[in-house]
Nanobody, 123 residues
Framework: QLQLVESGGGLVQPGGSLRLSCAAT????????IGWFRQAPGKEREGVSC????????NYADSVKGRFTISRDNAKNTVYLQMNSLEPEDTAVYYC????????????????WGQGTQVTVSS
């Protein structure tokens, strides 16, 4: 059973940066595409970014394009989400998820989920 653990969340001022990590506890991590999702209070969980199993392709939600960068290090079984120019609207619990097949921002396509990490953007 693939297990995912997110870390790196916290409180940051508007305009600041954070780097989230998603660590997987299983061999053959490099066969899974990984997605980052977020859920703000009272809102649906939405796709933020995704990356293919090899790291060769990625995709972003329009709301984060140019500010967030996804990457992965398969030797460390870890995917990262670098978040720059953070805005209060980015406040949410961030989740990573894994699936076999291409990366996608569609939540229901993912089978494995982490527990989430809180990101709060506030002055």
């Amino acid at each position: 059973q693939l297990q995912l653990v997110e870390s790196g969340g916290g409180l940051v001022q508007p305009g600041g940066s954070l780097r989230l990590s998603c660590a997987a506890t299983q061999f053959s991590f490099d066969v899974y595409a990984i997605g980052w999702f977020r859920q703000a209070p009272g809102k649906e969980r939405e796709g933020v970014s995704c990356i293919s199993s090899s790291g060769g392709s990625s995709n972003y939600a329009d709301s984060v394009k140019g500010r967030f960068t996804i990457s992965r290090d398969n030797a460390k079984n870890t995917v990262y989400l670098q978040m720059n120019s953070l805005e209060p609207e980015d406040t949410a619990v961030y989740y990573c998820a894994a699936r076999l097949g291409p990366g996608t921002l569609i939540r229901r396509e993912y089978k494995y989920w982490g527990q989430g990490t809180q990101v709060t953007v506030s002055s």
